[in-house]
Nanobody
């Protein structure tokens, strides 16, 4: 698994961004794909994840604003972020978890929301 994320940037509060992540190797079947984020001085936290069966999970702070979508065949995952707030500013990391328990991380993409 080799994850490549894109789509971060600078946006004003209330705006939208879409993050994308793809497994460039597409060799193995991925169980869970999702996004974590880490703001300066804070721990990395789960934002959203999607299982291969379609189950999704969101952090309470993003429910109703963010939507995760996934293409199992292409090993891609996207995060549509609407109504962004300054507190959403962070480095967002794509991750993938296999049935074997192995986890993989993308390089991180910076999201900055200005007030």
């Amino acid at each position: 698994v080799q994850l490549q994320a894109s789509g971060g940037g600078l946006v004003q509060a209330g705006g939208s961004l879409r993050l994308s992540c793809a497994d460039s190797r597409r060799i193995v079947r991925i169980n869970v794909m999702g996004w974590y984020r880490q703001a300066p001085g804070k721990q990395r936290e789960l934002v959203a994840q999607s299982s291969s069966g379609g189950n999704t999970r969101y952090a309470d702070s993003v429910k109703g604003r963010f939507t995760i979508s996934r293409d199992n065949a292409k090993n891609t995952v996207a995060l549509q972020m609407n109504s962004l707030k300054p507190e959403d500013s962070a480095v967002y990391y794509c991750y993938a978890s296999l049935n074997t328990g192995s986890n993989f991380w993308g390089q991180g993409t910076l999201v900055t929301v200005s007030s």
